[in-house]
Structure formats: C-alpha cells, structure tokens
C-alpha cells in the first residue's frame, strides 16, 4: 500500500508563474519530509526538506508547506523557470529509518 | 566533489546470473540505501543500512541481499536474477537521523 501519494502525474505551468505540486501522506508516524527533483539519466537531487515541528520551510524559489492535520505537504516554485522542468517526487519518514517516496509530478515550464 | 558512485551504469544480463551492483560514496555517511525505479510505482526501497554491520529490510527486499563491511561501500547482489528484477536502481546516503538523501546516478538493469 501506497503510503506517500502524488495524484498529479503531470503539470503544465507557464513561465514565471506559480508551480504547486502536492502530495499526501497516510502515516501519522511521519516526521520529516522531503522533495527531490529528477532530470532523465540523473539520480534524483534533493531541493528541500521540511521537519513535522513546521508547517512551513522556504529556499529561495522554494517553499515547502506541511498541514500535518490533513497529512498534506505541498511544494511551491515561485517563479516558475524552464529549467525547472522535471520529476519531482515527495518523500516521507519516521525517524530517519526508511524513506517512502510518491509516484512522482512531471512538472513542464512552458516558456 | 562529494558523490555517490554506482557501477555499472547499465547492465543487461540474463536468468540466474549472479550480479552485483557496486556503491560507493565518499562523504563519510552512516546511512545508506537502495531503491529501485519502475513507471507507476515510483522509488521503492530495498535494503537500507544504519551503519558497518548493520542491514534492515526496506519494502521490496525478495531476491536482493546487501553487505556493510565497510562506511564506504553498499553492494547490492542479486544471487539469481530474474526478469521482473528488470528496473532502474539507485544508491544512496545520508549523515542520518535524519537528513536528506544524496543519491547516485542510477543502474539500468535488464534481465532476460
């Protein structure tokens, strides 16, 4: 069974626009959470992370938002860029043991 | 540079060939990994390890099995692959409780 779920398999976004990609999780065991990105050929590459004592983390173009309440994590790119277009999964874990990751978001920017 | 290094890069092999995959990664990490990749179900994982001498089942571990002798090197061995071992395998390793994930580029494998 699926614990860490990404609904959207894909998303278009324009240029220089918001880019939200979501992700929902069913253990309440949880306390860390992350997103990678992945180009084709490449490992996937880690963008931020988001610990269960926040609701919210931002780098630069990226925030993270937790609602633990809900066990929803969502990732906001803002503003949007061409080179952000990729694969971007959610992942989940309890205690730094094993991490479950989502299916995966292919975010297109369109230029 | 700080990396995480996966041999080969791609392999193709047949039934009941013994293989390894080899890991290596150079940032003194205690935590390392290995998931594999296939369309629809996203990174799966296999095998992780806490430290040197210590191994623990992910969530796909059947015809999988891992050593840690030492920091540095994760091998994952497949004793006799089959063809629905056919995936994209990755590496990967942290500083731990917890941190994020560096992962390396990847092992295509293909049983026939």
């Known amino acids: 069974d699926q614990q860490v779920k990404q609904n959207s398999p894909s998303l278009s976004v324009q240029e220089g626009r918001i880019s939200i990609l979501n992700c929902d999780y069913t253990?309440?065991?949880?306390?860390?959470f992350l997103w990678y990105k992945k180009y084709p050929a490449e490992g996937p590459t880690f963008l931020i992370s988001?610990?269960?004592?926040?609701d919210k983390n931002e780098d630069g173009r990226f925030t993270v938002f937790l609602n633990k309440s809900a066990k929803h994590l969502s990732l906001h790119i803002v503003p949007s860029q061409p080179g952000d277009s990729a694969v971007y999964f959610c992942?989940?874990?309890?205690?730094?043991?094993?991490?479950?990751f989502g299916t995966g978001t292919s975010l297109t920017v369109i230029p | 540079e700080a990396q995480v290094t996966q041999n080969p890069r791609y392999l193709i092999t047949v039934t009941g060939k013994k293989l390894t995959v080899t890991c290596s990664q150079n940032?003194?990490?205690?935590?390392m990994s290995w998931y594999r990749q296939d369309p629809g179900l996203g990174l799966r994982q296999i095998y992780y390890?806490?430290?040197?001498?210590?191994?623990d089942k992910g969530d796909v571990p059947e015809g999988y099995k891992v050593s840690r002798k030492e920091k540095r090197n994760f091998p994952l061995i497949l004793e006799s692959p089959s063809p629905n071992q056919t995936s994209l395998y990755f590496c990967?390793?942290?500083?731990?409780?917890?941190?994020?994930?560096?992962f390396g580029n990847g092992t295509r494998l293909t049983v026939t």
């Open positions: 253990n309440s065991m949880f306390d860390y």
């Open positions: 940032m003194n990490h205690e935590y």
């Open positions: 992942a989940a874990s309890a205690r730094g043991n094993q991490f479950y």
């Open positions: 390890s806490m430290n040197v001498e210590v191994t």
């Open positions: 990967a390793s942290s500083l731990g409780q917890p941190s994020p994930l560096h």
């Open positions: 988001i610990s269960s004592i926040k």
